[in-house]
């Protein structure tokens, strides 16, 4: 099944304490990207990646990183969580033959 | 900059009635494409339709479909026999053809299905 996955689906931590969201999709897809929702602001994006080893910043990129290594793979990474990064964090990778992005599942992040 | 507007904070509808969601969009582009994304209650972005701008034919998914304005900048989306399972929060997105290819989203429609 062609799909978007995202680990974990819900992560509690504490501030300062570093933190990967995993993201793997199997569609071969060369671009893909993450996004937070929030309410009231919706979704923002903040990274992208046309490919391997090609990331670049989105709307707020501050305090995240990313990398790409692999084409499946696109893990973001808080090195010192803040409470402001208490969002739901969506990875979404691209179909280049009909420029839709298909979303992963979702990950809740809670940051105390 | 370009922007997507959702005027309907909240929507209901009769179970097997149609609804239409309104959405409008600010571009000074010519190529890019509009899509509407569900939201149902387990948080999922699930993809419901997609349009290209160049094409002037309005895209229809079974139940879905969409009403292209590209002159008036207007992207509805119609519901047909609408059903539980519809209840959710709907997105309309857009996405430019530049090197981002990030989506822009609108604030969201709820919607409520009521049997």
């Known amino acids: 099944e062609a799909q978007v996955t995202q680990n974990p689906r819900y992560l509690i931590t504490v501030t300062g304490k570093k933190l990967t969201v995993t993201c793997s999709q199997n569609?071969?897809?060369?671009?893909m990207s993450w996004y937070r929702q929030d309410p009231g602001l919706g979704l923002r994006q903040i990274y992208y990646?046309?490919?391997?080893?090609?990331?670049d910043k989105g709307d707020v990129p501050e305090g995240y990183k990313v990398s790409r290594k692999e084409k499946r793979n696109f893990p973001l990474i808080l090195e010192s969580p803040s409470p402001n990064q208490t969002s739901l964090y969506f990875c979404?990778?691209?179909?280049?033959?009909?420029?839709?992005?298909?979303f992963g599942p979702g990950t809740r992040l809670t940051v105390l | 900059a370009q922007t997507v507007t959702q005027s309907q904070p909240e929507m209901s509808v009769q179970e097997a009635e149609t609804v239409t969601l309104s959405c409008t969009y600010d571009?000074?582009?010519?190529?890019?494409?509009l899509f509407w994304y569900k939201q149902p209650p387990s948080r999922q972005m699930i993809l419901v339709i997609r349009?290209?701008?160049?094409?002037?034919q309005n895209a229809t998914e079974n139940r879905f479909s969409v009403n292209f304005q590209k002159a008036a900048k207007s992207f509805s989306l119609k519901i047909s026999d609408s059903q539980l399972g519809d209840t959710a929060m709907y997105f309309c997105?857009?996405?430019?053809?530049?090197?981002?290819?990030?989506?822009?989203f609108g604030s969201g429609t709820r919607l409520l299905v009521r049997p």
């Open positions: 349009q290209e701008a160049y094409k002037q």
């Open positions: 571009t000074s582009e010519n190529n890019y494409y």
């Open positions: 997105a857009l996405t430019m053809m530049d090197s981002s290819y990030k989506l822009i």
């Open positions: 979404a990778s691209r179909a280049a033959s009909t420029d839709t992005q298909y």
């Open positions: 569609m071969n897809h060369e671009y």
């Open positions: 990646s046309m490919n391997v080893e090609v990331t």
